[in-house]
């Protein structure tokens, strides 16, 4: 079977992060990802977080399978000449440089047009046009300035940032489908065009429920959180705990173990449909038959009370034996899993979802897979490069003898 997208080269100028995220999940369904990287130095993540000694970090090997790497110096002649090269070969220039890196290398889009007038352009930024547009981004700067962090944190406490990778990853994986889609039109328009994705934007489109909730503000208060109705609500969002943002009320609850295990609760939805069985099965069974309880609006003052009596009985079983018991009656419940239950999870393995890869010089390392599965289309998942280990294979492919190749790297452009 082939791959997705085999056949679709990527001119990779990304760092850290974001780009990375990008041109990985690309890699993984067969595009050609050539990561261009400093001669010496390398993308910064090979350093950073180091756990083995002069090793690549985790860092950069969880985020930068399946390339191929370049060293390549663009701020001599040499540079850019193979860098022009590189723009005439790929069909796509992913980066997530700081505003405006590129145009002053003398790469300007209009420039990247005549080179390669089928390129597409593709790039990270921070924010999109406004007055934010030349600040620098990080992850946690993208989850505070696009909503995230104010709608995160427990009731009247602090704002908080989530330890998943909204802003960076998140950014990343919106960038794709900007590539892919780009990549389709120009089947019938035989044209590049820029793609951009600012991480604010990515961040507040995975949001979205908590504009929703802001526009119904205006109408009445929340009555899911769990400020209604004995709290307030100010003119913004507020921050709920663990409430679920779907309309439904849930909560994390304590299990079994909780006292010396860090990760021994369940997160439980009360399910208008499924409440029947949750209250039967906790030995509540009168909540059926009071008003105070038998319906939806009926239980939202109690809400508190209600998880705390369903915590009185989670906190006599494990959070599994919970799932098996609730999982049958149709209650959304989901145990607390640590990353260490998660790295150790056999289902996981066996769908691809986490991978066991073999490197040449750490050794074996666990990493993410493709999260995104097609039938007829293997994503296989590889190790990450040594650095400039695929430079002389690549400059070859662009049309450069032996020679070439040598005087290059006596001029120190690669």
Request: glycine share 10%.
């Amino acid at each position: 079977m082939s791959k997705a997208l085999e056949g679709v080269k990527i001119l990779d100028m990304t760092h850290v992060q974001s780009g990375p995220t990008c041109t990985q999940l690309l890699a993984w369904f067969g595009a050609d990802v050539i990561k261009v990287e400093r001669p010496g130095v390398g993308d910064a993540t090979r350093g950073q977080l180091q756990d083995i000694p002069e090793v690549d970090s985790l860092y950069f090997t969880m985020l930068n399978g399946n390339k191929r790497s370049l060293t390549l110096n663009t701020k001599t002649d040499d540079g850019k000449a193979i860098f022009t090269k590189l723009i005439q070969y790929c069909d796509v220039m992913v980066e997530n440089f700081a505003p405006g890196a590129l145009d002053r290398m003398g790469f300007t889009w209009e420039r990247i047009q005549e080179i390669n007038p089928r390129m597409i352009y593709a790039s990270v930024k921070g924010f999109g046009p406004g007055p934010y547009e030349d600040c620098k981004v990080y992850e946690n700067v993208a989850q505070c300035t696009g909503g995230a962090a104010s709608t995160t944190g427990e009731i009247d406490s602090v704002p908080l940032v989530t330890g998943a990778q909204i802003g960076d990853s998140g950014t990343g994986l919106h960038l794709a489908l900007g590539i892919v889609t780009a990549l389709f039109h120009r089947t019938h328009s035989d044209k590049g065009q820029r793609v951009t994705c600012a991480m604010q934007d990515g961040v507040l489109n995975l949001c979205r429920v908590k504009l929703r909730d802001q526009q119904r503000l205006a109408h009445g208060p929340l009555t899911e959180y769990p400020q209604f109705p004995n709290g307030t609500f100010g003119d913004a969002t507020p921050r709920a705990g663990n409430s679920s943002g779907g309309g439904q009320p849930g909560w994390i609850v304590k299990c079994k173990g909780w006292e010396t295990d860090p990760d021994a609760y369940i997160y439980i939805i009360t399910q208008a449909a499924a409440f029947d069985g949750l209250a039967k099965a906790i030995g509540h069974e009168y909540w059926l038959e009071d008003p105070e309880w038998n319906t939806p609006k009926a239980r939202l003052p109690h809400l508190e009370k209600m998880f705390d009596e369903i915590e009185k009985w989670t906190m006599t079983k494990t959070k599994f034996e919970v799932m098996e018991i609730l999982n049958p009656l149709n209650v959304p419940c989901g145990p607390i899993l640590s990353m260490k239950e998660l790295a150790e999870e056999p289902s996981l393995r066996d769908t691809g979802t986490i991978v066991e890869v073999d490197h040449p010089v750490r050794g074996k390392y666990l990493t993410v897979g493709n999260p995104i599965k097609l039938s007829d289309s293997p994503a296989d998942v590889d190790r990450s490069p040594l650095l400039g280990e695929h430079t002389d294979e690549i400059l070859k492919e662009l049309g450069m003898s032996a020679a070439d190749i040598e005087t290059s790297k006596s001029a120190g452009a690669v």
